[in-house]
């Protein structure tokens, strides 16, 4: 890429990595795009995902982790989280938001990714079960993750007291992770403890970036040319005007004093503009790493393949050495 800016790297895979990587894509085409709000698919996605999940305490207990499970209120929103905790003494704090297009999902699907960092990096994992957008609109699903924010942040809250703390999205929990940030700043106190943010190829524009309207239909998992309509779904009585508003589409909100960020896109995700118009907006106000993933396309870090493994090795280093660059009291 001519003028690359700093922020970018082009991840570097190995001839083998890549041979798999396209191998499992191969596979990938035959599968159907997912497409949001048809309700019998939904529900039964739903049903499946939580058909996926028992046993998940028993594995969570086998690397000597366990959950709790609560709910936690801030003013007039109460909304359910789950903690994972180190055995030690926490090094920092990851607030989760789990993806799933804002109408699948819950707090639990990312257990096997939250024990994984709770292991590796020494942190607390709180992560939010935020209403769905089936059934609520997409400014409650905001409202929660800002409720389990502020309430992770509030200086009331002694666990947490002191510690570093680190936002962590997924598509469309990157969308609300993003958005929580922008709300999050009407706490000027709160929205300081904020130290990183992690954010997987997250959706940024409601409008849709150029990259999903011309998404094709050979899209891999994502329904490309339905994309635009889809989200519209979500705001069905707003005009595209007023779906850019921030926080609704977080890339046209101001990013300045925001924390450093990790950014991962891949360059067969329609999303890929989305991230890439962020990090250039973000970059100007914070230290901005955006890693771009070849051969990629959208939920790579769920495939059995040996670059998801490292991608989110890559992520655990940055959250570790992000807390142990945390200013502590004497």
């Not at 400014?139 to 007291?161: G, H, K, P, T």
């Not at 973000?282 to 493994?309: D, K, N």
Request: a neutral charge; proline letters at 7%.
């Amino acid at each position: 890429m001519k003028d690359q800016p700093a922020y970018l790297t082009r991840w570097s895979v190995s001839h083998q990595e890549r041979e798999q990587l396209e191998a499992f894509n191969r596979k990938l085409a035959w599968l159907p795009r997912a497409k949001l709000f048809n309700r019998r698919v939904l529900r039964l996605a739903q049903g499946l995902l939580r058909v996926g999940q028992s046993g998940g305490e028993r594995r969570l207990r086998k690397q000597g982790l366990r959950a709790e499970t609560r709910r936690v209120q801030m003013g007039d929103v109460t909304v359910p989280v789950r903690i994972i905790r180190p055995q030690t003494p926490a090094k920092g704090v990851v607030l989760d938001i789990h993806g799933g297009g804002w109408v699948v999902g819950n707090a639990r699907m990312n257990d096997r990714f939250n024990g994984a960092m709770v292991k590796a990096c020494g942190v607390t994992v709180v992560s939010v079960d935020y209403r769905l957008a089936v059934s609520a609109p997409i400014e409650a699903l905001i409202e929660d993750c800002l409720s389990a924010a502020r309430w992770l942040l509030d200086d009331a809250n002694s666990e947490f007291a002191g510690l570093p703390v680190t936002i962590v999205g997924e598509s469309a929990g990157a969308h609300l992770a993003v958005a929580t940030l922008l709300e999050l700043k009407r706490w000027p106190d709160l929205f300081a403890r904020v130290n990183g943010a992690l954010l997987y190829y997250g959706v940024y524009d409601l409008t849709g970036t150029p990259s999903v309207r011309a998404a094709p239909s050979e899209t891999l998992l994502l329904d490309g040319p339905g994309m635009v309509d889809a989200m519209r779904q979500l705001t069905p009585e707003l005009t595209d005007e007023q779906r850019r508003t921030p926080p609704l589409s977080p890339l046209h909100g101001d990013f300045t004093g925001f924390p450093p960020a990790l950014m991962f896109a891949g360059e067969l995700d329609p999303l890929l503009d989305d991230t890439c118009l962020l990090a250039e907006r973000w970059s100007r106000s914070a230290e901005v790493e955006f890693q771009l993933l070849p051969s990629s396309p959208h939920g790579v870090i769920h495939f059995p393949v040996a670059l998801a493994g490292a991608i989110l090795a890559h992520a655990h280093r940055w959250i570790a050495a992000s807390n142990d660059a945390f200013p502590r009291p004497e």
